[in-house]
């Protein structure tokens, strides 16, 4: 008998630190609107919401945990979603600074970027866009200069304070030294299977959206974790980002959309929202026969604790 399809995992990256509020109105910024957001991602479909605060004067990305705190009961009282908060923040951000909020909050998921890395974000300052904060242009031309740190040090410190909280991550791999970076510690035993990796195209430091990569980062992984250690996902920036998706369902993989990784629903369409997103995937998802994981089957499928045991 063949085996029964693994179901695909929906996430949904909200907000981001990457774009900023002038690139597009619908890009949640206040509480409120990160909150809204989150459940009417979650009543479209998604299992998991990967969640970043941001500054509601001004949507610069904040990492202050009094601003996750306004948003985060919210969602859990009012949809059954995972619930996955950052450790990436933003560039510039300590990792004291970077892991405040879920030291507070001891989620069910966390994010985890498995390595240092250029981030490079200045192409978006030549848009041809008429700011609204002083802060994001010139933001966007200093990542230029900036390295995204996430040391072996950092990875490990990460894994051990939030760790103890029996919280698991989303490993965002952004090129194939990551994946080795993850084996690494795994071997060390400082994850537990199942682990949730997430592969990332198209950030301009990372791996580029050629589909061949994405067959090679798989092939790899396999190699590297067993077939049956891991749950894997994937998210490509910009206009990748419905192609790459649709790729990974049919290879097997979970789905990662959000307004995070891009502001447009289709070619020349800004999206209105995150789940408009969320249906596009779902609408995809359909038409090739796939069925998209409930939250309870997320938490099956990663082995989490479950909503009750988060402090939010």
């Not at 459940?39 to 509601?56: D, E, S, T, Y």
């Not at 996955?84 to 004291?96: A, C, E, F, K, W």
């Not at 966390?110 to 994001?136: Q, V």
Request: one cysteine or more; a neutral charge.
């Amino acid at each position: 008998m063949a085996a029964k399809p693994r179901k695909v995992i929906i996430s949904c990256a909200i907000t981001g630190g990457v774009h900023t509020p002038s690139m597009s109105e619908h890009l949640p910024v206040t509480p409120d609107q990160i909150a809204a957001q989150a459940i009417g991602a979650a009543q479209a479909g998604a299992a998991i919401v990967h969640l970043h605060a941001r500054n509601p004067a001004d949507g610069k990305p904040s990492a202050d945990p009094a601003i996750y705190m306004q948003f985060l009961p919210r969602i859990k009282q009012a949809a059954d979603v995972v619930v996955n908060i950052t450790t990436g923040g933003g560039l510039g951000m300590s990792v004291d600074d970077r892991i405040a909020a879920a030291k507070l909050a001891k989620p069910e998921m966390a994010s985890l970027n498995m390595g240092s890395m250029n981030f490079n974000l200045a192409p978006m300052a030549a848009m041809p866009i008429e700011w609204k904060h002083a802060w994001e242009k010139p933001a966007l031309e200093a990542s230029k200069d900036s390295i995204f740190r996430n040391t072996f040090g950092d990875i490990e410190r990460i894994l051990g304070e939030l760790g103890r909280f029996d919280t698991k991550f989303e490993h965002e791999c952004y090129d194939v030294g990551h994946l080795y970076n993850l084996a690494h510690v795994l071997d060390q035993g400082l994850v537990k299977p199942p682990i949730f990796v997430q592969f990332i195209f198209g950030i301009l430091g990372g791996i580029g959206a050629d589909h061949d990569n994405l067959i090679f980062m798989k092939r790899t992984a396999d190699r590297l974790f067993g077939a049956d250690t891991y749950v894997w996902s994937v998210l490509a920036a910009g206009r990748h980002q419905m192609p790459f998706g649709t790729l990974g369902a049919m290879m097997g993989g979970s789905v990662r959309v959000g307004l995070e990784d891009s502001l447009y629903a289709g070619k020349g369409k800004m999206a209105s929202s995150n789940a408009e997103q969320v249906t596009k995937l779902r609408r995809i998802l359909d038409e090739l026969s796939l069925e998209a994981a409930t939250p309870a089957e997320a938490r099956q499928m990663l082995g989490l604790k479950g909503a009750d045991r988060t402090e939010f």
